[in-house]
């Protein structure tokens, strides 16, 4: 594995092919488990475990996994592995495994999990395909860190909420102080859809804006790399 | 069919078939290999999970019935019971072998995220001790209130009404304000409330008219409904 693969990996993972913003897949957890930080980053985080196995486990295997039975396969291994994770955090994190509760096994139906399986750890060896999830896992993790912030914070005016029941001893902060009504939009399903268009959007307008930046006016004969992105 | 498994496939078979035995064995062999995974991993977090489980429920009882009331293994002293009756497992805590209190799970379906689960607890005096929320999918923001993890009044949560009520007042006291009885609920989410208030008065009758029997039943059996009434 070379640095260059590293750095490719690690671009398209957190911002070129982000999860969230760009390939918009894996939308059942972030708008279920979105409402404050600590849901949104205790489910990232274990969808970044999965996708590390999973692809681990596919890129291992992939040359004895015949190519028409492949999807079977891989949802599988998926499901498998989901399903040890899910034991082993009833387990071993009980605390989290009740905040999070039915959203770790619908990791499983993640079609992100599925679709690096597919597209990556089927034709890559195991340490790229397994530095592959976990980029791809952290580049969900951020924009579910944000999203859950903007959605806890509008809608009830805190921050890390439930957070002692990851670290026990810590607390919530109130931004907004204790009068703030609330504005319950925010943390309901379609709160959730409103605030991912709008960072969709303004990943979008940050992409179009550094496209035009880089792109030299004088130079029409060369199309520029980052717009067949899109 | 069958009887060829594990044979190379004699002549005859037709190619059809033989082209679809191998993808079928392979995906045979992946399914044996991970099933084995996920019945292992079973097997060595069972324990634990039953132990966080346990942990986590005498956490509950512990805030709805003090330790130092009474002196038996209370998870261990436990019967249980079915419909009609809306309780489903009791504890039996005594002092001296005296008895001292019941706690026991109830729930209502008719929440407004479906099924609320309850435990609580009931005085031989015939006062409800406590009411805690076990599980519930209410609106976050809204109905979420009847969980005091969860209610923004800290200082007073709704669910402490219920401590020190009386089990052998009839049902039309078992109702929220708004429909006539005597308990309090919070302007905009009444159906969580009135699903709550309802399942306590319910189940905490149904256990006070048999409280006898029940504290008088082999450990481990069954409550029957019929059970003898005061």
């Known amino acids: ?230 | 069919m069958t009887t060829e498994t594990g044979q190379t496939p004699p002549a005859r078979l037709p190619a059809s078939l033989r082209s679809a035995l191998a993808p079928a064995l392979g995906l045979a062999v992946f399914t044996l290999v991970f099933t084995a995974l996920m019945a292992f991993t079973y097997d060595a977090t069972r324990e634990r999970i039953a132990a966080a489980t346990e942990a986590q429920q005498m956490r509950l009882i512990d805030e709805i019935l003090p330790r130092g009331q009474y002196d038996n293994a209370l998870l261990k002293d436990a019967v249980t019971a079915a419909p009609p009756a809306n309780v489903k497992r009791i504890w039996r805590a005594r002092r001296g072998g005296a008895p001292i209190a019941l706690v026991f799970e109830t729930f209502a379906d008719d929440g407004y995220g479906g099924r609320i689960e309850l435990i609580v607890s009931l005085g031989i005096d015939g006062k409800i001790g406590g009411a805690r929320v076990s599980f519930h999918k209410e609106t976050p923001g809204l109905g979420d209130y009847i969980d005091p993890a969860r209610d923004r009044d800290k200082a007073k949560p709704w669910i402490g009404q219920f401590s020190g009520a009386d089990a052998t007042l009839p049902p039309t006291h078992w109702v929220i304000k708004k429909d006539g009885g005597a308990f309090d609920y919070r302007a905009g989410a009444t159906i969580s409330a009135r699903a709550v208030t309802h399942a306590l008065g319910q189940s905490a009758a149904w256990a006070a008219a048999r409280r006898d029997a029940i504290f008088a039943a082999p450990a481990g059996s069954h409550v029957d409904a019929d059970a003898q009434r005061e």
């Not at chain 1, 896992?137 to 806890?152: C, K, M, S």
């Not at chain 1, 001893?169 to 309901?188: K, M, T, W």
């Not at chain 1, 990943?203 to 550094?210: L, T």
Request: charged share 10%; net charge neutral; glycine share 8%.
């Open chain 1, 1 to 230: 594995m070379r640095i260059q693969h590293i750095k490719e990996s690690a671009r398209n993972g957190l911002w070129r092919q982000n999860p969230g913003l760009a390939q918009i897949l894996g939308l059942c957890p972030i708008l279920a488990v979105s409402t404050n930080i600590v849901n949104a980053v205790s489910l990232g985080l274990a969808t970044v475990m999965a996708m590390a196995l999973s692809n681990l486990a596919v890129s291992a295997l992939r040359r004895w996994i015949a190519y028409e039975i492949r999807i079977p396969v891989f949802i599988l291994i998926i499901a498998a592995l989901v399903t040890v994770l899910d034991l082993a955090f009833n387990a071993y994190f009980h605390s989290l495994y009740l905040l999070l509760g039915i959203f770790i096994p619908l990791i499983t139906t993640n079609c992100i999990v599925l679709a690096r399986a597919e597209a990556f750890a089927a034709r890559n060896g195991a340490l790229e395909s397994t530095f592959d999830g976990i980029m791809m896992g952290l580049g969900l993790v951020w924009v579910l860190a944000l999203l859950g912030a903007l959605r806890e914070l509008i809608g009830s005016g805190t921050l890390l909420s439930g957070i002692d029941m990851v670290v026990p001893g810590l607390s919530a902060i109130q931004v907004f102080g204790d009068d703030y009504p609330g504005f319950l939009l925010a943390v309901l399903p379609p709160g959730a859809f409103f605030i991912l268009g709008c960072l969709i959007a303004a990943y979008n307008a940050i992409n179009a804006h550094r496209a035009a930046r880089i792109l030299p006016e004088p130079v029409p004969a060369a199309p520029p790399q980052s717009a067949a992105v899109d």
